[in-house]
């Protein structure tokens, strides 16, 4: 994630993970894998990545909480930009204050979720119900006893225009919350 410890200790985003404390992980579930990486907080684990041809380096991370900020952006402008880097809990929360900062003369809204890997499908729903009036499709899912409709429950929170920006690296909850506004 941007400004994450993986970034802050090395790792780029086309990096392979090849091992984890000296275990090879190329036949491992990612589960398995992020069990093996994550642990007491403090400690160190050792991962071996590499870079597309580049030789295999080594990494010495040590734990620690991670604190993700899932809202940036500048809302003081003519054309107030927000960036969403993932969605969390508390990310519809965050977008909230951030849109309520926002000042009536702004034409339009810059969304930019390029990059964003999805996260919480619930997070990304609330985020969506912001711009949505009432009963308005978030979405639909499907499931073994029949389809159903998730629909915005309050009336719409923000209703200027939005512009919304993806990538190739934009995917899952982003990808949901993108189609509820287009």
């Given at each position: 994630?941007?400004?994450?410890?993986?970034?802050?200790?090395?790792?780029?985003?086309?990096?392979?993970?090849?091992?984890?404390?000296?275990?090879?992980?190329?036949?491992?579930?990612?589960?398995?894998?992020?069990?093996?990486?994550?642990g007491v907080e403090g400690a160190t684990v050792k991962l071996a990545v590499r870079s597309g041809s580049e030789p295999v380096r080594t990494l010495h991370l040590r734990r620690q909480q991670a604190h993700y900020e899932s809202v940036r952006g500048a809302t003081a402008s003519s054309t107030p930009y927000i960036r969403l880097t993932r969605f969390v809990d508390d990310t519809d929360q965050s977008l909230s204050r951030r849109l309520g900062r926002i000042e009536g003369n702004a034409m339009a809204v810059v969304i930019d979720l390029r990059g964003n890997q999805g996260g919480s499908l619930l997070a990304a729903q609330r985020c969506a119900a912001l711009f949505l009036n009432q009963g308005e499709v978030v979405y639909r899912l499907r499931t073994k006893s029949g389809a159903k409709s998730i629909v915005a429950e309050k009336p719409a929170a923000y209703t200027n225009r939005l512009v919304l920006l993806q990538d190739e690296n934009t995917a899952s909850a982003a990808e949901v919350f993108i189609a509820a506004l287009t």
């Open positions: 994630f941007e400004g994450g410890v993986a970034e802050k200790n090395g790792i780029r985003t086309e990096d392979e993970l090849i091992a984890v404390d000296g275990m090879p992980v190329d036949d491992a579930s990612v589960f398995f894998v992020g069990s093996k990486i994550r």
